[in-house]
């Protein structure tokens, strides 16, 4: 596995990174759980102090961090601008309100006292994606900081600036070494890892493929594992929904980050009503996009991640017009010296279509148009996938009671999905399972140790079903 930094608006190979050895791997080992046995007696505070100092670091240095993501993987450097900032807030948000998740639990019992105590588990081991090489790491990185679980992580193969610009910011706040420990190695690497006592938990952002494979490793060394594998979310416009609104985030809901984001929307479901109306507010804000050189201001469309991903997506769309899709807007650019990829719409979609069931990466816009709510509903839930979604009508709490019928991880009720950090991310069905950000995400890797105190001078055992479960 070469992990190596092409520019995606140059196709340039901008350097070459070598791979960590075994030695280097059992040196971040040792390191890493030597830390755990350390941090499992100390104070929260002491590592809330050094999460403030993250964030700040990230604060101080956004333009310097958002630089490495434009050049490693080619996004707005606006929306990088972005993503360096979600990621001060995610660390700022630990070390703020980390302590008080992680609190003493008291439960009722006939047995006398007890309560749940949060511990540490175990060092950590992360494999991470492309798409947002910074904000993806500190949703791993930093509740199992506050926890005390030491990370490693191995990044994806064409982002290797960003893994090495995360290790350094983090290490230049004050974090101690084996704290975050970026490892260059292959997949039988992390199985090997995995596979170590010193390793408790197990975090994957990625393919539907690679979390069948980590979570089966997991599963045979009897690790917990926590999975994000994409979605293809959907976007319902009910027909009392204000069009106005919907107008506004139509664009940005499918080509933010040039449309590879798991939760953007993907399938805009539409009723009859407004189907029409719909499709050419499509055509009209992807007809807006600008392809170009995303350090450029005026560029608002960034070139895709790699030319591998360029022609998986253009396989992903001709077998999509094979199986009787319509292109209603734009057209391929099949030019591979390039990756760019201009906003393309696909109409007239059945189940019987490949794109029915696929998950497109990039500017692909699908519209579905449906008899009614119920029908938009159903459309919804027969899908692999069950990531995000939104929900769009003129009645707010009737669009919320729709977006309770969802089979899905997370809706926005007439809102664009962003993210912050106290809200839960995470996803059902094959988009995976468990939970990050919000105090979902600290107690992921958690131990809940249950601790009972007798404070009679007796065992009660008529109280306790003959010391028995």
């Known amino acids: 596995m070469a992990y190596q930094t092409i520019n995606p608006f140059t196709n340039k190979v901008v350097k070459t990174y070598e791979n960590h050895d075994d030695a280097y791997v059992e040196d971040a080992l040792t390191k890493a759980h030597a830390l755990y046995k350390k941090w499992r007696n100390e104070p929260i505070e002491d590592r809330a102090k050094i999460l403030h100092q993250v964030s700040q670091y990230f604060t101080d240095h956004t333009d310097e961090l958002a630089r490495v993501l434009v050049e490693d993987m080619g996004k707005l450097f606006t929306e990088a601008q972005g993503e360096v900032a979600i990621c001060a807030a995610i660390a700022e ?117 690679a979390g069948k494979e980590i979570a089966a490793e997991a599963g045979r060394n009897l690790k917990k594992s926590s999975l994000e594998l994409g979605g293809s979310d959907p976007f319902i416009i009910l027909d009392d929904t204000n069009l106005d609104e919907v107008n506004k985030i139509i664009g940005q809901a499918r080509l933010y980050n040039a449309g590879q984001v798991c939760t953007s929307s993907k399938r805009f479901i539409v009723t009859e009503k407004n189907y029409d109306k719909v499709l050419q507010m499509m055509k009209d804000a992807f007809a807006k996009a600008k392809v170009g050189d995303p350090l450029d201001s005026n560029t608002t469309l960034a070139p895709l991640s790699t030319n591998k991903a360029k022609a998986g997506l253009l396989e992903k769309v001709h077998a999509a017009l094979d199986d009787g899709a319509t292109l209603a807007f734009g057209k391929l650019n099949e030019n591979m010296d390039n990756n760019f990829f201009e906003p393309i719409i696909l109409t007239d979609i059945d189940r019987d279509n490949s794109a029915y069931w696929t998950e497109f990466f990039g500017p692909v816009g699908q519209i579905y148009k449906v008899k009614d709510e119920q029908a938009a509903i159903d459309l919804a839930n027969d899908s692999n996938y069950g990531l995000g979604g939104i929900v769009f009508g003129g009645d707010p709490n009737h669009a919320a009671e729709v977006a309770g019928k969802v089979e899905t991880g997370m809706v926005f009720v007439n809102n664009f999905g962003g993210t912050v950090p106290e809200l839960p991310f995470g ?18 890797f958690v131990n809940p140790e249950m601790v009972m105190v007798n404070e009679k001078d007796y065992v009660d055992m008529d109280n306790t079903f003959g010391g028995f479960v």
């Open 427 to 444: 996803g059902i069905k094959n988009s995976g399972y468990g939970r990050e950000l919000g105090k979902l995400g600290i107690e992921t």
């Open 93 to 209: 948000y630990y070390a703020t309100q980390g302590e008080r998740f992680l609190e003493k639990q008291p439960i009722e019992t006939v047995m006398g006292y007890a309560h749940v105590e949060n511990h540490s588990m175990g060092v950590v081991m992360a494999v991470e994606p492309w798409n947002f090489p910074f904000y993806q790491m500190m949703r791993v990185f930093a509740p199992n900081f506050l926890v005390g679980n030491p990370l490693l992580y191995k990044h994806a193969s064409n982002t290797p600036g960003s893994a090495v610009a995360f290790e350094a910011a983090v290490r230049e706040a004050g974090a101690p070494e084996g704290s975050c420990v970026n490892l260059f190695i292959n997949y039988d690497q992390v199985n090997k890892i995995i596979a170590d006592m010193r390793v408790q938990g197990v975090a994957l952002t990625g393919s539907e493929r």
